[in-house]
Nanobody, 123 residues
């Protein structure tokens, strides 16, 4: 029902910024909370942030709190992740996903995923 395409990844220096975008197709985008996850080589997929259907509520994992901001524009069917003060440990493939279950921190409760976009932060 939902197709997601991430963009905006690339190479950044430590302390720099990137903004990731996730474009959704279909007309049901606004019905889902949207999340961002990331996965570094050899590591488990990690929850990063989630935003409610209307954009009024957001939650973040502790390691990105104060540096990353999730937002959405339902009129454009797009969710964003603004990443500031990047650190080398932020290096990962970043995925956006639509929450269809009830456990917002569990990747298994997100049924629709993008293909991912690579973020590399150099020291």
């Amino acid at each position: 029902q939902v197709q997601l395409v991430e963009s905006g990844g690339g190479l950044a220096q430590a302390g720099g910024s990137l903004r990731l975008s996730c474009a959704a197709s279909g007309r049901t985008f606004s019905e889902y909370p949207m999340g961002w996850f990331r996965q570094a080589p050899g590591k488990e997929r990690e929850f990063v942030a989630v935003i409610s259907e209307g954009g009024g509520s957001t939650l973040y994992t502790d390691s990105v709190k104060g540096r990353f901001t999730i937002s959405r524009d339902n009129a454009k069917n797009t969710v964003y992740l603004q990443m500031n003060n990047l650190k080398p440990e932020d290096t990962a493939v970043y995925y956006c996903a639509a929450l269809t279950g009830s456990s917002w921190r569990d990747s298994g409760d997100y049924d629709y995923w993008g293909q991912g976009t690579q973020v590399t932060v150099s020291s």
